[in-house]
């Protein structure tokens, strides 16, 4: 069965310290990879997009990494305003199959 | 692009009642999504339509659930006979008609049954 698991599920980190979100996957055929961030409340914002192992993309302080089992989220030097909850999920035939997240909070 | 609107943003009903939400996608975009979030989980998929054409259904669809998109813009989500467990927060994607295009979200429904 093909399912898409995060760790850690809360993660507390100091303003400036870098540290990585894992995203571990299963999946018959990846269509896309893709993270989100969700706010308190808010729905589900698009970060990036990765369709193949090796691939990399970089917005701001995040970078998304891509292997054939498993997705990284980079964070270099947070802020509080980083505090979110990252949500990966998998491109399946239409629909997103989602992780269950990562708590993320960035202590000043 | 003004984004994915939902509403209500909450709804508060007693058991047994009848509930609808809408969900206006961003106007170019052909597919629209609905899901359901529970707190500490990650979306799951509800139902997606291309245009007017519902295609796929989760089989967590129980028969009180049904979804419209008439002329293939704005979306309604109807719960019939609420319960308990379909307290969740209800969301609605869009995106492009080409593969594998980001969904895009709106802030979502958030529903409590009393």
């Known amino acids: 069965e093909d399912q898409v698991t995060q760790s850690p599920e809360a993660l507390r980190l100091q303003e400036g310290e870098s540290s990585s979100l894992n995203c571990s996957y299963t999946v018959s055929g990846l269509r896309g990879l893709f993270w989100y961030r969700q706010d308190p409340g808010k729905g589900p914002e698009f970060l990036f997009t990765l369709y193949s192992a090796g691939e990399e993309k970089e917005k701001e302080r995040l970078k998304a990494t891509l292997t054939k089992k498993e997705s990284f989220l980079h964070i270099t030097a947070p802020k509080p305003e980083d505090s979110a909850t990252y949500l990966c999920a998998f491109q399946g035939a239409q629909k997103l199959v989602f992780g269950q997240g990562t708590r993320l909070t960035i202590n000043p | 692009d003004t984004g994915v609107s939902q509403n209500p943003r909450h709804k508060i009903t007693k058991r047994g009642q009848n509930v609808t939400f809408r969900c206006d996608p961003i106007?170019?975009?052909?597919?629209l999504y609905w899901y359901r979030q529970t707190l500490g989980q990650g979306p799951e998929f509800l139902t997606y339509?291309?245009?007017?054409?519902?295609?796929?259904k989760s089989r967590l669809l129980s028969d009180r659930f049904s979804a419209e998109r008439p002329k293939g813009s704005f979306s309604t989500l109807e719960i019939q006979r609420t319960e308990q467990g379909d307290s969740a927060m209800y969301l609605c994607?869009?995106?492009?008609?080409?593969?594998?295009?980001?969904?895009?979200f709106g802030d979502g429904t958030r529903l409590s049954i009393l």
């Open positions: 339509f291309q245009n007017e054409a519902q295609l796929e």
């Open positions: 994607a869009s995106s492009k008609g080409q593969p594998n295009q980001p969904q895009h």
């Open positions: 106007s170019e975009h052909n597919r």
